[in-house]
């Protein structure tokens, strides 16, 4: 995979439904996306093993679920957050080389995130991925409270240089986290200031900024509907009528349908909930938990409410939407929450690409692997 083609960049948690959606979303294969994957500690379900996996477990299915689902594409991965004496009891190593060792013996494709507050050990497990290899792709994190810390491009370099990146095959990732602004154009500007004082043209193989607007706590209650604006993708188009000033053009990042605070394990009873998107808004669709009398058929209503909404793209914009439209008429296979999350982002994935393809100007590419309803169905 060519990383110069690439104009989207999707922070993801490592959730089995984001990873499906890589699989099926209309364009997502096309060179267009990459894949950046934060891995939580162990300890969640595995809903494709039905089952909590143990700390040894998890770290070692890691590589064949990323092949099974993203083939020899490139994917970032941030470790961080298993950087611990746990994690690294358990395959007596450190993670981060678990992981990157695992994708390559399974036949997948991942590179390391890193960022200047990473511990020496991390720095260590990527020291020696990018020593052992040809020049391979990597990514450097930069957090919106770091760019303000920097003094200029030469830092940036420094930073590489001490993980023994070299720039031309880095990735620089502008991290804006979750962010609450009421000024788009206002920030757009002081954003575009900082990338213009510590971007240096020719430099970097790639420049993303990121950011969400998704809700962290929405407290929408069982039966209510909430709308979001999708600032992230407001904020973005601010920041591209600045581009022919800028030394690089960024390209688009964000969190796709997920607030980026919460990486704990999650092993309690979902409510029955649909997540979606639009061209400049988030949605959120609240059912009931499937705790209650209705159970997992409470997700029927909750998809016919999206179905019958302004937002809904239709069943035909992509499998994720076929999906959801089958639900919507009450019949068949529930699915499960991983269901859920995938066909949401299914159809987010798809509605992203598209909308930088035609931002960009690209050609108009349609890669996915499809998938017959009726084994959807069953799942």
């Known amino acids: 995979m060519n990383l110069s083609n690439a104009v989207y960049l999707s922070q993801l948690k490592w959730k089995a439904g984001e990873r499906r959606a890589l699989a099926t979303a209309r364009s997502a294969r096309s060179g267009r996306m990459i894949p950046a994957f934060k891995i939580p500690p162990a300890g969640g379900f595995d809903p494709e093993q039905q089952k909590v996996l143990t700390t040894t477990e998890y770290l070692r299915s890691f590589g064949k679920q990323l092949a099974d689902c993203w083939d020899r594409r490139i994917a970032f991965i941030d470790a961080a957050l298993i950087d611990d004496e746990h994690h690294r009891e358990a395959i007596g190593g450190h993670p981060l080389t678990e992981l990157l060792e695992r994708a390559r013996l399974a036949g997948g494709n991942a590179a390391p995130i890193f960022s200047s507050g990473n511990s020496d050990d991390y720095k260590a497990a990527v020291r020696r991925f990018l020593g052992r ?11 919106i409270d770091e760019m303000e810390n920097l003094e200029g491009p030469e830092a940036l370099r420094v930073i590489a240089a001490d993980f023994g990146a070299n720039p031309s095959s880095t990735v620089i990732l502008l991290d804006g986290g979750p962010l609450a602004i009421h000024e788009v154009n206002e920030f757009a500007d002081i954003l575009a200031g900082q990338i213009a004082r510590l971007i240096a043209p020719n430099t970097w193989m790639r420049v993303f900024w990121s950011a969400t607007s998704f809700p962290e706590q929405p407290k929408l209650k069982a039966g209510m509907d909430g709308s979001f604006p999708r600032l992230d993708w407001q904020l973005y188009r601010a920041l591209m009528e600045h581009a022919g ?57 909750v998809a016919e409410r999206l179905v019958s909404s302004d937002a809904y793209a239709g069943a035909d914009y992509s499998l994720g939407n076929a999906f959801i439209d089958r639900l919507a008429t009450g019949i068949g296979k529930t699915g499960h929450a991983s269901m ?34 009726e084994q959807l169905a069953l799942l």
Request: overall charge neutral.
């Open 245 to 301: 000033s800028l030394p690089v053009t960024p390209m688009f990042s964000d969190y796709a349908l997920e607030y980026p605070s919460a990486y704990a394990p999650f092993n309690g009873a979902p409510s029955a909930h649909l997540r979606y998107s639009s061209v400049d808004e988030y949605f959120i669709f609240k059912g009931p938990s499937v705790r209650r009398e209705q159970g997992y058929k409470a997700i029927f209503e």
């Open 133 to 143: 290899n040809d020049s391979p792709p990597s990514c450097l994190r930069l957090k």
């Open 340 to 373: 859920w999350r995938w066909s949401s982002t299914d159809h987010h994935f798809s509605l992203v690409i598209e909308q930088l393809a035609e931002m960009f100007k690209l050609p108009k590419v349609s890669v996915r692997v499809s998938e017959p309803m």
